[in-house]
């Protein structure tokens, strides 16, 4: 099978193309004939070497989809031909977290795709049935690929952590990146109003087109001010923080009594600063997601395949240009989701 390989820590020259032995699946597993693999943030800081659990070399990517090819033994809930995407991380489906529904925090399973076990920038994969989800009739495999990570992170991380209710103000950062504007679509799903923050204005009318109620153009991530005018001088209810301590400052100054913040990513690794008693006298919630479950995965597919939500691929380009993918990440130039197709 044809590959991208990713080397060493570096630069995308470690994004190398390779032709590599087609894997075959053990007990327990599919081999799934990949079409599509959305292009996540993490995977850039992957390849710069921010996850030291990288296998190297090894192929990464986390957002798949495709149709089951082969299947190993015991394994007997899909069918070869079926459609179907990848969650992004393997569970064992038995210790307490997958016993109570809690699957995307299993501490047993292989882990993230794409890291210690071989992810999705190839032509063929082998996964854990139990990590297979069927797609249905009217959901394209870019569609699909980008559900369990970009949609998914976002649904789960407003759905059940941060429990937004209609008529909250929810403010997004980095809201025009592939979790970014999913979760703008989410918030407005669950009947909040979407504030959406972004460091160009370019992005003005394309935050506003799907479905962000006001935008704010904060180069400096200075945002806390317009935050709190837009919401009448209250602040809002929920922040959904996807670029972390570049933000936080701001977050902080913009949330309202009673808010909560929701830790979605930390693009910059770096430590963030709190004095209790802002917490206390506010009851203010500090809060982490990190992925989604199963069942929501099916239920957002159905979801998207209703029209109720709409995965924003945000541009396709072929395997073999993976490492423009990377570029257009790191220089910001990516509106919604770049997805490789194979």
Partial sequence: MQAIVLNGYGGIE?????????????????????????????????????????TLPGVIGHEMAGEVAALGS?????????????????????????????DHLCEKGAGLYGEEVPGGYAELVCVAERALVRVPDGVSFEQAAVVPCALGTAYHGLERVAAVRPGEAVLVTGASGGVGIHAVQVARMLGARTIAVTTSAAKRAFLLEHGADDVIV?????????????????????????????????????????????????????????????????????????????????????????????????????????????????????????VLTM
């Fill in 218 to 338: 904060s180069p400096e991530l200075d945002f806390a001010a317009e935050a709190r005018r837009l919401t009448g001088g209250a602040g809002v209810d929920v922040v959904f923080n996807i670029v972390g301590q570049m933000a936080w400052a701001a977050a902080l100054k913009g949330m309202a009594v009673g808010a909560r913040h929701v830790f979605v990513g930390n693009l910059n690794a770096a430590p963030v600063s709190l004095r209790p008693a802002h917490a206390i006298l506010k009851e203010m919630a500090f809060l982490g997601t990190d992925g989604v479950t199963r069942a929501e995965v099916q239920t957002l597919l159905e979801l998207v395949r209703l029209g109720r939500l709409k995965p924003v691929v945000g541009g396709s380009l072929p395997l073999a240009q993976a490492a423009q993918a990377h570029r257009a990440m790191e220089s910001r130039e990516a509106c919604g989701r770049l």
């Fill in 14 to 54: 470690q994004l190398v193309a390779r032709s590599l032995t087609d894997p075959v699946p053990r007990e327990g597993e599919v081999l799934v004939r990949l079409r599509a693999c959305g292009v996540c943030y993490h995977d850039v800081m992957a390849r710069q070497g921010h996850f030291p659990r990288t």
């Fill in 74 to 102: 015991r394994s007997a809930a899909f069918a070869v031909g079926e459609r179907v995407a990848v969650l992004m991380k393997d569970h064992c489906g038995h210790c307490a977290q997958c016993i109570r529904a809690r």
